[in-house]
Nanobody, 121 residues
Framework: QVHLEESGGGLVQAGGSLRLSCAAS????????MGWFRQAPGKEREKVAT????????SYADSVRGRFTISRDNAKNTVYLRMNSLKPEDTAVYYC??????????????WGQGTQVTVSS
């Protein structure tokens, strides 16, 4: 079982950047595909980006492709989400989770507390 803790959120103006981090504990992190998800007020949680166990393969939602970059450091048991050119519609609580594969949309683990990202116009 992997325990996840997200950090790095905050308030930023439109066009700005943030880097989110997800620290994971557990022996299976380095062999697991990971994903970032987000949930905006009044909306369902959606997948933002996923990355395979090695970091060589990634996948993005259409709404963030070209602006967000997912990466990982298995030596640090951490997965990152670099967010550039932020828009007000990116405002949400962001979560990370284990996924079955890069193309999977269903998380496999328990949710952490998430990190709030607020983009002002």
């Amino acid at each position: 079982q992997v325990h996840l803790e997200e950090s790095g959120g905050g308030l930023v103006q439109a066009g700005g950047s943030l880097r989110l981090s997800c620290a994971a504990s557990g022996r299976t992190f380095s062999s697991s595909a990971m994903g970032w998800f987000r949930q905006a007020p009044g909306k369902e949680r959606e997948k933002v980006a996923t990355i395979n166990w090695s970091g060589a393969v990634t996948s993005y939602a259409d709404s963030v492709r070209g602006r967000f970059t997912i990466s990982r450091d298995n030596a640090k048991n951490t997965v990152y989400l670099r967010m550039n050119s932020l828009k007000p519609e990116d405002t949400a609580v962001y979560y990370c989770n284990v996924v079955g594969s890069v193309i999977a949309t269903t998380p496999l683990g328990s949710w952490g507390q998430g990190t709030q990202v607020t983009v002002s116009s």
